[in-house]
């Protein structure tokens, strides 16, 4: 394994993981909501008809984040992305994630970012399980199955 210190840039992901934890504090202190991706858009896919209000702001932030690369391509190209996988994986990896965060009850937003934050217990354990899960399955295809 060979590191490309050319594309390492320590500043810019501890900026990144600041606005994200800023983020994610302003929501629950402001609207008292976790700002977990999977809960949010599960919410917009069943939509709570006795919280008023709950469609809004959960759109709000669905738009929020499919908007951010646009406004960040408007000053920057964006980073080239290689996907070293065919639509058959790209299709049961997402199946399995999806079905992974119904099962931990979040994602790794709502337990990783949210949760440890919080000192839940519970998401501790999903993390630690969802992250186990990622070592695995990727040594598996790796090193065992000999895919890229």
């Known amino acids: 394994m060979t590191i490309d210190f050319a594309s390492f840039?320590?500043?810019?992901?501890?900026?990144?993981?600041?606005?994200?934890?800023?983020?994610?504090?302003?929501?629950?202190?402001?609207?008292?909501?976790?700002a977990g991706v999977s809960g949010?858009?599960?919410?917009?896919l069943r939509p709570n008809a006795n919280a008023a209000g709950d469609v809004g702001w959960r759109l709000a932030f669905v738009i929020g984040l499919l908007a951010a690369p646009?406004?960040?391509?408007?000053?920057?190209?964006?980073?080239?992305?290689?996907?070293?996988s065919g639509n058959g994986g790209?299709?049961?990896?997402?199946?399995?994630v999806g079905i992974g965060t119904r099962y931990g009850s979040g994602c790794?937003?709502?337990h990783g970012v949210c949760g440890l934050?919080?000192?839940?217990?519970?998401s501790l354990v999903a993390t630690?399980?969802?992250?186990?899960?990622g070592f695995i399955t990727v040594f598996v295809m790796r090193h065992v199955l000999d895919v890229a």
Do not use: D, E, H, K
């Open 128 to 133: 630690l399980t969802f992250m186990a899960a």
């Open 40 to 44: 949010i858009v599960g919410g917009l």
């Open 70 to 84: 646009l406004l960040y391509q408007l000053f920057a190209a964006l980073p080239a992305s290689v996907i070293a």
């Open 108 to 110: 790794t937003s709502g």
């Open 90 to 96: 790209i299709i049961i990896a997402g199946l399995l």
């Open 9 to 34: 840039t320590p500043l810019a992901a501890l900026a990144g993981g600041a606005l994200i934890g800023l983020a994610a504090a302003m929501l629950v202190l402001c609207n008292g909501r976790i």
């Open 117 to 122: 934050s919080r000192f839940s217990a519970r």
